[in-house]
T-cell receptor
Framework: SAVISQKPSRDICQRGTSLTIQCQVDSQVTMMFWYRQQPGQSLTLIATANQGSEATYESGFVIDKFPISRPNLTFSTLTVSNMSPEDSSIYLC???????????FGPGTRLLVL | GQSLEQPSEVTAVEGAIVQINCTYQTSGFYGLSWYQQHDGGAPTFLSYNALDGLEETGRFSSFLSRSDSYGYLLLQELQMKDSASYFCAVVGAGSYQLTFGKGTKLSVIP
């Protein structure tokens, strides 16, 4: 399985500011995914990030609010822009796991917006 | 679109067996995955079924019936550390995208 790290692990931010979350994986992967998980809730896919192409966003998520970069096959960033308290959540990145036709998840970034 | 149904909470006794069911409605289906998530932790992959039948991994087994759009996760010899949330997730055809159910919170009691 892949080893995935995220930075920061947690942060407290003021409304109106932006936070960039980094995701690093220890092997080259084609597909990386970004999810949001609000407290006590399930995981919701924000976008799929493939290296060399624009990220594909799910319904309800837009690039202006959640810009994503994917500069190479082992790294991606998600920015949460112009934050409001409603953005308080856990943000998770994941990568494809071709052998199991599924995904492995990073440890998550716990964001609190005041 | 995709929708998945699983019980919100289950309580079971240490040492017992528990089954967590998942039914799904989907426009594209490649397989069913199960994840475990402890409070404050990240989802951990448990199992994946693409074909009908039972997959066994230690104390955990997962079953799929594609014709019934139904699967379950079976946990045997329950331990206190199994207390966690369990999510079923549909793997979309050709994309590795996952759509998650709302999760089942399992409480194991002495």
């Amino acid at each position: 399985s892949a080893v995935i790290s995220q930075k920061p692990s947690r942060d407290i931010c003021q409304r109106g500011t932006s936070l960039t979350i980094q995701c690093q994986v220890d092997s080259q992967v084609t597909m990386m995914f970004w999810y949001r998980q609000q407290p006590g809730q399930s995981l919701t896919l924000i976008a799929t990030a493939n290296q060399g192409s624009e990220a594909t966003y799910e319904s309800g998520f837009v690039i202006d609010k959640f810009p994503i970069s994917r500069p190479n096959l082992t790294f991606s960033t998600l920015t949460v822009s112009n934050m409001s308290p409603e953005d308080s959540s856990i943000y998770l990145c994941s990568v494809e796991a071709r052998s199991e036709e599924t995904q492995y998840f990073g440890p998550g970034t716990r964001l609190l917006v005041l | 679109g995709q929708s998945l149904e699983q019980p919100s909470e289950v309580t079971a006794v240490e040492g017992a067996i528990v089954q967590i069911n998942c039914t799904y409605q989907t426009s594209g289906f490649y397989g069913l995955s199960w994840y475990q998530q402890h409070d404050g932790g990240a989802p951990t992959f448990l199992s994946y079924n693409a074909l009908d039948g039972l997959e066994e991994t230690g104390r955990f087994s997962s079953f799929l019936s594609r014709s019934d759009s139904y699967g379950y996760l079976l946990l045997q010899e329950l331990q206190m550390k199994d207390s966690a949330s369990y999510f079923c997730a549909v793997v979309g055809a050709g994309s590795y995208q996952l759509t998650f159910g709302k999760g089942t919170k399992l409480s194991v009691i002495p």
